[in-house]
């Protein structure tokens, strides 16, 4: 393993691991002590990181509570509070969300199917952008809190980035922003089709955030609410069964799935 410190190979093992059972290791150059999580954002926790991580995509993908979760793991042996678990997911959530849009940097379908969700924010409505390819894979999400123009031409940009390329087909319902939108930020070869009948599959995909937002009651904030939506997207597209419009996967293979996608969860947020 190499030093995180000098970056050099030269490490060598010690006998003895740290409370969680980490590894030790000192660098020959710079005679530092370090373990495996040191230089990783999981250096400072009094928890094992697979806790942690299974804590923050259950939070994300279960309709469980704060106080829920903390239950749950008292019969694994860890006692933690529920601001434990907020603190968790305002530090890991947005890291999580970032790699798995790195992972998905370049990937997306010709074809588009953009709408907005309504989510309340402190007392108020405001406005998640999504947009999902033919396969239903995610394209993108962003909050705002207006719908307008502006608001849809900062989604289509920030779409445009993750994927790399305009689509060939933008399909929306019969708001008055996207055309104008679509053109200024996708290109004038873009067809913009408008039919709510087209656009019924994100209508059917937008139940995901919906069915995980309602036990909460709202957010508290814009800032926590974008946190938790972004990363709520990014974490389900993971965890989705089928990438393309195949036959029905079994509960089985679902399973086999979860597991190994948390895995290499796992290892990818660990080797940040």
Not at 50 to 61: A, G, K
Not at 74 to 85: K, P, S, V
Not at 175 to 200: D, F, M
Not at 245 to 254: E, G, H, N, R, Y
């Amino acid at each position: 393993m190499s030093c995180p410190h000098c970056g050099t190979a030269s490490t060598t093992e010690q006998a003895h691991r740290t409370v969680l059972g980490y590894r030790k290791f000192r660098c020959q150059a710079c005679k530092r002590l370090f373990n495996e999580r040191t230089g990783t954002p999981f250096k400072f926790l009094e928890y094992p990181t697979d806790i942690v991580l299974l804590v923050v995509v259950w939070r994300l993908c279960y309709k469980l509570s704060l106080r829920d979760l903390a239950e749950m793991f008292l019969t694994r042996g860890f006692t933690f509070t529920h601001e434990a678990i907020r603190n968790w997911e305002e530090r890991f959530a947005p890291l999580l969300a970032e790699h798995l849009r790195a992972k998905r940097r370049g990937r997306g379908g010709v074809s588009w199917y953009a709408d907005e969700n309504y989510v309340k924010v402190d007392g108020r409505w405001c406005y998640l952008y999504r947009a999902i390819d033919r396969e239903g894979n995610l394209i993108d999400a962003r909050l705002s809190k207006t719908r307008d123009l502006e608001a849809a031409k900062q989604f289509f940009a920030q779409a445009l980035a993750v994927i790399g390329k305009p689509p060939q087909r933008v399909t929306t319902d019969g708001h008055t922003a996207y055309p104008r939108a679509i053109r200024e930020t996708l290109g004038k070869k873009v067809i913009h089709r408008c039919s709510p009948y087209l656009n019924s599959r994100l209508e059917q995909n937008h139940r995901g955030i919906k069915q995980r937002y309602y036990p909460m009651q709202g957010f508290g904030s814009l800032e926590s609410a974008a946190r938790f939506c972004h990363a709520f997207e990014e974490v389900r597209c993971w965890f989705r069964p089928r990438q393309r419009m195949t036959p029905a996967v079994s509960l089985a293979d679902k399973r086999h799935l979860f597991v190994k996608r948390f895995a290499a969860l796992q290892e990818m947020m660990l080797a940040a």
